[in-house]
Each structure stands twice: as C-alpha cells, then as structure tokens.
C-alpha cells in the first residue's frame, strides 16, 4: 500500500477518534450528579438504629477517658456499634478524651465533619456538641459547634469544620456528642454549578437557581476531632459559614473619576 494512502487512512482514523470525543457526554463529578435514591431514607435508617441502641450512659462520670485528645486531628466513625450515651433526654453516639496537661492555654481542638452519604443532595452531616469537665467530671462549658464548608485540594481540607477552644486551667476532660439541637439542624453548603455548562446543570443536575443550599445533621457519620494544626486552621479561616450578603456589584465598589471630583460637574484634580 503507497505511503500516502496508509498516511490518508491513519488520518481518517484520528479525525472519526476526536470527533467522537467531542461527541461523547461530558462527565459530571460523582457528587453533584442527582440522587437515583430516596434521599431521606439513608437518614431514616441511621435515626432508627441510634433509637433502638442502647444508651451505656447518661452521667460524665460513667464515660471512659483512656483515650488521649490526639495531637492532630484523627478519624473517628460514629454510628452502628459506637457507644451511645443519653444526654438531656436525647441519644446520641459519643467520644470521650482526657485533655493533655502539659498543654500551653488557650488552644484550641479541630473538628471536621464528612458528608455521609454517596450524593451531595443525600448527604447528611454529623454536627458535634462539646462539653468541657473538670476533674469531678463537673460541666465548665458546653457548645454546639458552628460548621462551615471548606473545599479543598485534598480530603483533609474538604469537608465541614469546626473548632472550640480551651482556656480554662481546670478543664480535664473533652465530650463530643450531638445535642438535639444539633441533630435537628443544617449547614450552609455553597455548591454552584455555574462552572459547569448550563444545558448541563439544568438537565442533569436539577440544583438550586442560587447554587446553594443546607446539609441536613445526621445521628452519625465521621468526625475528625484533635488539636489545632496549621492545616485545619487554614482550612477553618477560609471556610463559608453562611450565604454572602449582596453588594452593589464590582463597578460601584471600584473608584471613578466622577466619583472623585469635588464639584458638581464632575470635575477632579489629576
């Protein structure tokens, strides 16, 4: 076969490969594609279960502290076969730590809650209560933990973050649960699909018009609970805690040279 003919049909062969590239459907993120499932039933169920468990406990005193806070934050699961303690009349799965003595205050303790769940719309979070004891096991302070999104480049820098801090000299021992207060409540999750196309955000994922919406809290889930490091920090200083408010637009922020003049033709010094 001549050089140019086999040279023409490799051609031919590459052109019909790029154009059914470009024909092929553009992939979406596994985690922003629409739930093929009840998107409340996996939360059904968590809820039931931690129902039916059995609490171990409903005093401070009773909880085991052989586990040390870590000295970076470490993964924790909660949910089926975690303890589960009775805290003001609601069930919840807990940790218990002893906190470090030698430790410089005030310092503060990282929490980061992961999506439970495989799609964004169906996912839950597990949002932490902490409370803080003395060493008669006595409650110094206790705190719903806000949680703000932080996406990343990374899992340890993706998720929902939180942190308290210790200050007191008689603090002794850390509990992390989740208040009813806390079960019963969302977090704000920004998620816009305006970076991807629209005849795609519309058809295929069926978002909200403004790009945000509320994770719902869970019974369970995974936490990361440990001190303070420069990773989580950076994490929880550049996270989005609630929607932005609206401004006038980026034109009225910027200066003009009308905006400038100080008389009323609009005239300005140069």
Aim: aromatic share 10%; net charge neutral.
């Amino acid at each position: 076969m001549p050089y140019r003919t086999l040279a023409f049909i490799s051609l031919l062969a590459l052109t019909s490969l790029l154009t059914g590239c470009h024909s092929a459907k553009v992939l979406i993120p596994p985690n922003l594609r629409p739930p093929a499932e009840d998107s409340g039933e996996a939360l059904k169920l968590a809820r039931q279960q931690l129902q039916q468990a059995t609490p171990c406990c409903s005093n401070f005193a009773d909880f085991s502290y052989q586990n040390m806070l870590p000295w970076q934050p470490r993964k924790f699961i909660l949910g089926s076969g975690s303890m589960v303690a009775n805290l003001g009349g609601t069930p919840s799965y807990f940790l218990a730590f002893r906190l470090p003595s030698n430790a410089k205050l005030p310092y503060r303790v990282a929490l980061k809650s992961e999506l439970t769940g495989r799609w964004l719309h169906s996912s839950y979070l597990f949002a932490p209560t902490v409370v803080v004891l003395d060493e008669g096991f006595q409650p110094i302070r206790s705190e719903d933990v806000d949680l703000c999104e932080h996406m990343g480049w990374s899992d340890e820098t993706t998720g929902a973050f939180g942190s308290t801090t210790i200050s007191s000299d008689q603090a002794r021992y850390l509990v992390v649960y989740s208040s009813a207060k806390q079960q019963s409540g969302n977090t704000y999750w920004e998620q816009s699909p305006a970076s991807i196309p629209t005849t795609i955000s519309t058809a295929t994922l069926k978002m909200t018009s403004a790009g945000s919406f509320s994770i719902v809290h869970g019974p369970d889930g995974t936490l990361w609970v440990g001190m303070m490091n420069s990773t989580y920090a950076k994490a929880i200083d550049n996270a989005i805690c609630h929607k932005p408010a609206k401004g006038d637009g980026v034109f009225n922020a910027l200066p003009t040279p009308w905006s400038r003049g100080n008389g009323s033709n609009g005239s300005h010094s140069p």
